[in-house]
């Protein structure tokens, strides 16, 4: 009797074939001991399409059988490609030589057996075609993995990845070429060597060295595709970064378990990946850092980001701004606009020309702005989202109109300057005409005191006159002449000329100098200016203080004189002390401040070598001090 | 000798001012309407004090004032202006050249030009 490998571990099958269900069972029966698996087919075509099925390494076909008979089935099973092959016991009634009727048996292994048979007969025979068919198996099996073999190599040797085997236990089987270059060590060095010896983070060895059982096949596919980072440690003591994949894999017996690791060199994208970052970086900062609002949504208007100027703008965060529509934040009436723009600029052409319309805030106010939007397309150039740069024009439109204030005060004060000066002639024919009626009537005619009041009145229109030369601040200081005074005589000139308000808001005026004071060189009407602009400055800011007081403070430093005007006021804030010097600038209602005073005064005391400075305390009063050089009478 | 004083201004306001403002001092005045006007007058009659206007139509106060040199060197010539920013670098171009004057400023009161006359003419006033 043939020995044998147990055919149930080399998965052979054989094919049986009769008409009889009793036949059969009695063939399994017989071939139980085989130990290979029996196909049944009851009739030749159950027989064909089992073949399509199964590969079988024997047919046991029975002669007799209604339709079609053994022959012709075998006759079938010789013409297709893939049972050309397959041997064929014939099972027949009659011993005789009726056998030579099958065409095909020269072109195979064909045996017959007579019935009644023997079944130790039938085995031996059966058992000599199964030890055929794996010795047959084997060699075309040793074939196969040859050729693989070759093709491995092939791959290894000209794959740019390094690819490594390692054993269950981790040390390293064979390496390509690969490996070789990148890590410096030669084949015979690395052969042998202990994964962790050349890799940081490398897949551990104990998952190496664990047998995978057959419960796990789900974690073995996980580790299959598993691939992580790890650097390889090379010769000269370097540091490559690398991508490792590890296909895990078991063979029959543990020992054989172990792991193809496959290493890729991931420095220049790791550079790429900086590179990217930085420039996502630089993108995002300047994104971020932009005090234009930008924000994206998409093609519903949905919101998707913004940056901070764009949140700070609307007052929304981005995780409020998501739940919103670019539609939310736009006041009805710039629907139209909104929507006329989208059909006719942005769908067509990519983008909109910079117009303007308003956005609601969270708190409900509403702002104007310049907008620009853009499409955004997707990689079909299909449309799929939009962005849209938000500058708040709200502040550009003050200023413009203090730019234009500005330019119309200055052309105001040119054009109340000339008045002025045409002004003077027929003012001082007035006034000559008037002192000449006057010196003509006589004392006791009450036309001398109407005249009187005419020339009183005519005084005032000069001063009026005079006031507003100084207030445009024309010629004035280029043309009057430095004489010298008493500041004292001066601030009470000036007092004198408010004491109607004085008077009528009850302020304190409190004056305290030394006795001996000497007088500057300077320009009287200029200073009586500054005097007048100070003091009414003062009045304005006590005018709801429940303590109403005004110092002037006056003393003597070297060659300078220090002059201050104190006010138990309201004080003045410090982002206004900033600005109080500033022409235009003012904080009194539209109509009672020119925003011209200080800044008038300023210049008046620095064209005369002074200085003018503010010291003052909210909600306790405001000191103006003025430094002028006592100077002589030909100064400068 | 009754002294003459003449008056150059194209307003005849001012004029006047000057005539009624003079009228009872020992004065004589004239008056012209342009500098032509007044430089013709010039060569005609002699003055002792020449009041001058700057702004005015045809030849301004300062042209006026380089012509009046040239006919009298030495009379007292007071320019009363309102004002003379636009002036101020031909003034100052005529002082470089030698020519004398003085500049007053409109308005003046008929007191004013009263002492101003008399202290131009007759020597310091015990004012």
Same mark, same amino acid.
């Given at each position: 009797?043939?020995?044998?490998?147990n055919?149930?571990?080399?998965?052979? *099958?054989?094919?049986?074939?009769?008409?009889?269900?009793?036949?059969?069972?009695?063939?399994?029966?017989?071939?139980?001991?085989?130990?290979?698996?029996?196909?049944?087919?009851?009739?030749?075509?159950?027989?064909?399409?089992?073949?399509?099925?199964?590969?079988?390494?024997?047919?046991?076909?029975?002669?007799?059988?209604?339709?079609?008979?053994?022959?012709e089935?075998?006759?079938?099973?010789?013409?297709?490609?893939?049972?050309?092959?397959?041997?064929?016991?014939?099972?027949?009634?009659?011993?005789?030589?009726?056998?030579?009727?099958?065409?095909?048996?020269?072109?195979?292994?064909?045996?017959?057996?007579t019935?009644?048979?023997?079944p130790?007969?039938?085995?031996? *025979?059966?058992?000599?075609?199964?030890?055929?068919?794996?010795?047959?198996?084997?060699?075309?099996?040793?074939?196969?993995?040859e050729?693989?073999?070759?093709?491995?190599e092939?791959?290894?040797?000209?794959?740019?990845?390094?690819?490594?085997?390692?054993?269950?236990?981790?040390?390293?089987?064979?390496?390509?070429?690969?490996?070789?270059?990148?890590?410096?060590?030669?084949?015979?060095?690395?052969?042998?060597?202990p994964?962790?010896r050349?890799?940081?983070?490398?897949?551990?060895?104990?998952?190496?060295?664990?047998?995978?059982?057959?419960?796990?096949?789900?974690?073995?596919k996980?580790?299959?595709?598993?691939?992580?980072?790890?650097?390889?440690?090379?010769?000269?003591?370097?540091?490559?970064?690398?991508?490792?994949?590890?296909?895990?894999?078991?063979?029959?017996?543990?020992?054989?378990?172990?792991?193809?690791?496959?290493?890729?060199?991931?420095r220049?994208?790791?550079?790429?990946?900086?590179?990217?970052?930085?420039?996502?970086?630089?993108?995002?900062?300047?994104?971020?850092?932009n005090?234009?609002?930008?924000?994206?949504?998409?093609?519903?208007?949905r919101?998707?980001?913004?940056?901070?100027?764009?949140?700070?703008?609307?007052g929304y965060?981005?995780?409020?701004?998501v739940?919103?529509?670019?539609?939310?934040?736009?006041?009805?009436?710039?629907?139209y606009?909104?929507?006329d723009?989208?059909?006719?600029?942005?769908?067509?052409?990519?983008?909109?020309?910079?117009?303007?319309?308003?956005?609601?805030?969270?708190?409900?106010?509403?702002?104007?702005?310049?907008?620009?939007?853009?499409?955004?397309?997707?990689?079909?150039?299909?449309?799929?989202?939009l962005?849209?740069?938000?500058?708040?024009?709200?502040?550009?439109?003050?200023? +413009?109109?203090?730019?234009?204030?500005?330019?119309?005060?200055?052309?105001?004060?040119?054009?109340?300057?000339?008045?002025?000066h045409?002004?003077?002639?027929?003012?001082?024919?007035?006034?000559?005409?008037?002192?000449?009626?006057?010196?003509?009537?006589?004392?006791?005619?009450?036309?001398?005191?109407?005249?009187?009041?005419?020339?009183?009145?005519?005084?005032?229109?000069?001063?009026?006159?005079?006031?507003?030369?100084?207030?445009?601040?024309?010629?004035?200081?280029?043309?009057?002449?430095?004489?010298?005074?008493?500041?004292?005589?001066?601030?009470?000139?000036?007092?004198?000329?408010?004491?109607?308000?004085?008077?009528?808001?009850?302020?304190?005026?409190?004056?305290?100098?030394?006795?001996?004071?000497?007088?500057?060189?300077?320009?009287?009407?200029?200073?009586?200016?500054?005097?007048?602009?100070?003091?009414?400055?003062?009045?304005?800011?006590?005018? +709801?203080?429940?303590?109403?007081?005004?110092?002037?403070?006056?003393?003597?430093?070297?060659?300078?004189?220090?002059?201050?005007?104190?006010?138990?006021?309201?004080?003045?804030s410090?982002?206004?002390?900033?600005?109080?010097?500033?022409?235009?600038?003012?904080?009194?209602?539209?109509?009672?401040?020119?925003?011209?005073?200080?800044?008038?005064? *300023?210049?008046?005391?620095?064209?005369?070598?002074?200085?003018?400075?503010?010291?003052?305390?909210?909600?306790?009063?405001?000191?103006?001090?003025?430094?002028?050089?006592?100077?002589?009478?030909?100064?400068? | 000798?009754?002294?003459?004083?003449?008056?150059i201004?194209?307003?005849?306001?001012?004029?006047?001012?000057?005539?009624?403002?003079?009228?009872?001092?020992?004065?004589?005045?004239?008056?012209?309407?342009?500098?032509?006007?007044?430089?013709?007058?010039?060569?005609?009659?002699?003055?002792?004090?020449?009041?001058?206007?700057?702004?005015?139509?045809?030849?301004?106060?300062?042209?006026?004032?380089?012509?009046?040199r040239g006919?009298?060197?030495?009379?007292?010539?007071?320019?009363?202006? !309102?004002?003379?920013?636009?002036?101020?670098?031909?003034?100052?171009?005529?002082?470089?050249a030698?020519?004398?004057?003085?500049?007053?400023?409109?308005?003046?009161?008929?007191?004013?030009?009263?002492?101003?006359?008399?202290?131009?003419?007759?020597?310091? !006033?015990?004012y």
């Amino acid at each position: 009797m043939v020995t044998a490998m147990n055919p149930s571990e080399t998965g052979q *099958k054989i094919l049986i074939v009769d008409d009889r269900p009793e036949n059969l069972l009695a063939l399994e029966k017989v071939l139980r001991e085989t130990g290979a698996q029996t196909i049944r087919a009851a009739s030749g075509n159950e027989a064909l399409k089992a073949t399509l099925h199964h590969d079988f390494a024997l047919a046991i076909l029975d002669v007799q059988m209604p339709e079609m008979d053994g022959y012709e089935l075998a006759e079938f099973l010789r013409g297709d490609e893939n049972t050309r092959h397959l041997p064929i016991i014939f099972l027949t009634a009659v011993y005789s030589d009726e056998h030579h009727v099958f065409k095909g048996y020269a072109a195979g292994a064909v045996d017959f057996v007579t019935k009644p048979y023997r079944p130790e007969i039938l085995l031996a *025979k059966v058992m000599v075609f199964l030890e055929l068919d794996r010795q047959k198996r084997e060699l075309v099996e040793k074939v196969e993995v040859e050729k693989a073999k070759g093709y491995l190599e092939n791959i290894l040797l000209s794959m740019v990845d390094a690819v490594m085997v390692v054993s269950g236990e981790g040390l390293i089987r064979t390496v390509n070429n690969a490996l070789v270059s990148l890590s410096g060590y030669g084949t015979d060095e690395l052969t042998g060597m202990p994964l962790a010896r050349l890799f940081e983070n490398a897949p551990s060895s104990s998952l190496l060295s664990t047998p995978v059982e057959e419960s796990s096949i789900d974690e073995t596919k996980a580790l299959l595709y598993q691939s992580r980072e790890a650097r390889l440690l090379t010769k000269d003591g370097s540091r490559i970064p690398m991508e490792v994949s590890a296909s895990f894999f078991h063979g029959k017996k543990d020992a054989s378990a172990g792991a193809v690791l496959v290493a890729r060199d991931i420095r220049s994208r790791i550079k790429d990946r900086e590179a990217l970052k930085n420039s996502e970086e630089k993108y995002r900062n300047l994104y971020e850092s932009n005090r234009d609002g930008i924000a994206f949504c998409d093609m519903n208007g949905r919101f998707l980001d913004a940056n901070q100027a764009f949140r700070d703008m609307t007052g929304y965060g981005v995780d409020e701004l998501v739940k919103l529509k670019r539609q939310d934040l736009r006041p009805e009436k710039w629907r139209y606009l909104d929507e006329d723009i989208f059909k006719n600029q942005i769908m067509p052409r990519g983008y909109s020309d910079e117009y303007e319309k308003e956005y609601i805030r969270k708190d409900g106010s509403v702002f104007l702005a310049a907008v620009r939007v853009w499409l955004i397309r997707d990689d079909q150039e299909n449309p799929s989202g939009l962005w849209e740069l938000v500058r708040d024009t709200t502040a550009h439109r003050l200023e +413009e109109q203090n730019r234009v204030m500005t330019e119309k005060m200055i052309a105001l004060g040119m054009m109340a300057g000339g008045m002025a000066h045409e002004l003077n002639n027929p003012m001082m024919g007035i006034h000559v005409f008037i002192e000449y009626c006057l010196k003509h009537t006589a004392q006791e005619d009450r036309r001398h005191g109407v005249l009187a009041d005419a020339l009183l009145e005519t005084e005032r229109c000069k001063g009026l006159v005079h006031n507003l030369l100084t207030f445009c601040h024309m010629g004035q200081l280029a043309e009057e002449e430095c004489r010298k005074i008493d500041c004292e005589k001066l601030f009470e000139r000036v007092s004198t000329l408010l004491t109607y308000r004085i008077e009528k808001e009850n302020v304190q005026v409190i004056t305290c100098t030394p006795e001996e004071r000497p007088g500057i060189w300077a320009k009287e009407n200029s200073m009586q200016q500054v005097f007048l602009n100070l003091m009414s400055n003062s009045l304005d800011a006590v005018r +709801e203080s429940p303590n109403k007081e005004i110092r002037f403070e006056m003393q003597q430093s070297g060659e300078w004189i220090e002059i201050a005007i104190s006010d138990t006021g309201c004080g003045i804030s410090p982002e206004q002390m900033e600005r109080i010097f500033d022409p235009f600038f003012t904080t009194k209602p539209v109509g009672k401040g020119t925003g011209l005073g200080l800044s008038v005064s *300023k210049s008046i005391v620095e064209s005369q070598g002074g200085t003018l400075n503010c010291l003052s305390e909210l909600g306790k009063g405001t000191t103006f001090v003025i430094k002028m050089p006592i100077g002589n009478q030909q100064p400068q | 000798m009754i002294k003459r004083i003449l008056v150059i201004d194209d307003d005849e306001a001012i004029r006047k001012v000057f005539l009624l403002a003079l009228e009872e001092t020992e004065f004589q005045v004239d008056t012209a309407p342009s500098g032509e006007k007044g430089i013709e007058m010039c060569k005609a009659q002699h003055y002792d004090l020449i009041y001058l206007d700057l702004k005015m139509p045809g030849m301004n106060g300062v042209e006026t004032l380089r012509k009046l040199r040239g006919v009298d060197p030495d009379v007292p010539v007071y320019i009363i202006t !309102a004002f003379w920013g636009e002036f101020s670098e031909e003034l100052n171009q005529a002082k470089e050249a030698g020519m004398a004057f003085e500049i007053m400023k409109k308005p003046l009161t008929m007191e004013q030009l009263v002492t101003l006359t008399i202290g131009i003419l007759e020597g310091p !006033a015990d004012y």
